[in-house]
């Protein structure tokens, strides 16, 4: 089973926030031959359980979220063309010009267009073109498109996934599908290690408009250890403004949504196997599906692992499965290293 595979999979599958049922039935297909049930919860969380090997142990729970920022139809303009807003926050910037598929009752091809630049306004060219300024086209006239298309129809990018120099991919919802792979490579690793602990991979939905999933999800497992994975920002290494490098492994988060003993683990688990990681201090809790599992029932001991990301919330989002692999690596071995004496200590600082 490779992990490219299923990222190139999921990446090209529809599943806007609330629609993720097609991404949902690729991870359990994927995940199923690791684990020992799937589930499907009444939400649409995908939750994959791999037994410890005690059933009273720890309760280890991993959140990747498998939505992707889409848009949705607010109106049909009497020449045919369609109005939209988003579904969480996408890079208004990027749309122009993008290729989409339009999910009325049959998927309808369409393009992203706006005013030419030839008859816009001198201030008009100095701007993005505002998202109320855009419309889809898909080719037909008014009266077929309001036979084929509804307002409140979802609209999602079209992209395949392209292969880079190196060990580099560029796609579209790699926030948060690669997270998701990452439970898939831990799910992989973990079958050569024994585990006092039960494992809930759990492929969330709704996190770009709440991180509803992960709410819900951690409610029903309560689990005694949260791992949220999702990307961070990342650059090429020779500039600054971001927080993390390609190629360089995954980032252990450390803020006020990261347990302290937990961190500790972690890092000296990365440092005894020879994982490459790095760190992101992470001053606020929130933006990832970590802070709902954290302040779950009574609380969690929790942490952010994510993976380094190029152009987030745009088509081309680009990462290396390097990064996915040993971040599946550093989980399983954190997993493996988790017993009963462990978690109780986790009340003590």
Sequence with gaps: MDIKDFLVEASEATGASGYEVQVASIFQRYIEPLADEVQIDALGNAIAIRQGANSNGPKIMLAGHMDEIALVITKIEPGGFLRFTQIGGIDQRTLLGQEVVVHGRLPLVGVIGAKPPHI???????????????????????????????????????????????????????????????????????????????????????????????????????????????????????LLEERAVLGKGPVIGIG????????????????????????????????TDTAPIQVSRTGVASILISLPLRYMHTSVETLQIQDIKAAGRLLAEFIASIDAGFVEGLTCY
């Design 120 to 238: 816009q306004k001198p201030e008009e060219r100095k701007q993005a073109v505002p998202m109320d300024k855009l419309f889809i086209d898909v080719g037909l006239d008014a009266a077929t498109v309001s036979e084929q298309v509804s307002v409140g129809d979802i609209a999602t990018i079209s992209r395949q996934v392209v292969e880079l120099a190196g060990d580099t991919l560029s796609g579209k919802a790699f926030d948060d599908r690669a997270g998701v792979a990452t439970i898939l490579a831990c799910f992989q690793e973990l079958t050569r290690l024994k585990t006092a602990a039960t494992v809930y991979g759990v492929a969330t939905v709704q996190e770009e408009v709440g991180t509803r999933g992960a709410q819900t999800a951690a409610y029903g497992i309560q689990p005694d250890i949260g791992i949220g994975i999702d990307v961070t920002f990342a650059d090429r290494g020779d």
């Design 256 to 287: 006020p949504h990261v347990h302290p003993k937990v961190f500790q683990r972690m890092v000296g688990i990365a440092n005894e196997r020879g994982i490459a990681y790095q760190i992101d201090p992470s001053p606020s809790p929130y933006g």
